[in-house]
């Protein structure tokens, strides 16, 4: 028998989310597992939409007491949104790593295909994707699938890399996906997850790493994404 890791009454909530709800949900968990604080416009560039529509969004979550607004307007997770947004997360992520190991999706393109995905697959299909990806313990972008994995304790953000010494790549924030324009950056200098590389000094104080003795300059959004180990 195969489990989702989560009760089968909160899975079945889930799916009675509405699309846009439950796509603001998930964007937020994403978002919030990179940064402590997450507001507003963070959401609106994620999901494309216009801060009017988003506001919509969130009333639902905020009458159905899924999100809460904190102080300075930051946007947190309520325990049953938190719930509800693994079971998300889990769902999203599994249907990465089916489109990339079993039906052959590219890279670049498997958050969005899951995204498109998500909300039309069925109960019978998503067991038969968690059974597919039984192996699967962290989705395409190196991100840990809930109740399979955690984020490991010894990854810093590349910022923080040291000078000098080889850094393996562990995986990629997954709101990096929502930007298209990041994902090909990184998919065109095959930076992915177990990439190795060397974070090199910069009189500009830029984020500056040699891949296999090519030279990549980052900006601090992306290297911020960029989670390693230092080999």
């Known amino acids: 028998m195969v489990t989702t890791h989560l009760p ?9 989310l509405a699309e846009p709800e439950a796509t603001c949900l998930l964007a ?24 009017e529509q988003l506001l919509q969004v969130l009333q639902h979550l905020f009458t159905r007491q899924l999100v809460t607004a904190a102080e300075r307007g930051a946007l947190t997770l309520t325990a049953n949104g938190y719930l509800l947004a693994r079971h998300l997360v889990m769902r999203h992520r599994l ?10 999706v590219p890279w670049i393109f498997v958050h969005r295909e899951a995204a498109r ?19 699967a313990t962290v989705c395409p972008h190196g991100n840990p699938i809930p109740g399979r ?46 990439r190795s590389f060397v974070r090199v000094p910069d009189p500009f104080q830029r984020y500056v790493i040699v ?8 900006g601090p959004r992306i ?6 180990v230092v080999e």
């Open 117 to 135: 995905l998500a909300p039309v697959i069925s109960p019978l299909f998503l067991e038969r994707v968690v059974e597919l990806t039984r192996h």
């Open 8 to 16: 089968l009454f909160l899975a079945q909530g889930t799916m009675r």
């Open 149 to 194: 994995s955690e984020v490991v304790t010894t990854e810093i953000r590349l910022p923080h890399a040291p000078m000098g010494q080889r850094c393996r790549l562990t995986r990629i924030a997954e709101w990096v996906g929502y930007e298209s324009h990041l994902l090909q950056r990184l998919w065109s200098h095959e930076l992915l997850p177990g």
């Open 223 to 228: 290297a911020n994404a960029l989670f390693v």
């Open 28 to 51: 937020l968990a994403d978002l919030t597992e990179s940064d402590e604080l997450v507001f507003a416009d963070q959401l609106v560039r994620c999901l494309h939409i216009e801060p």
């Open 211 to 218: 891949v296999d003795q090519r030279v990549l300059v980052l």
């Open 95 to 104: 249907l990465e790593r089916f489109l990339f190991d079993v039906v052959g």
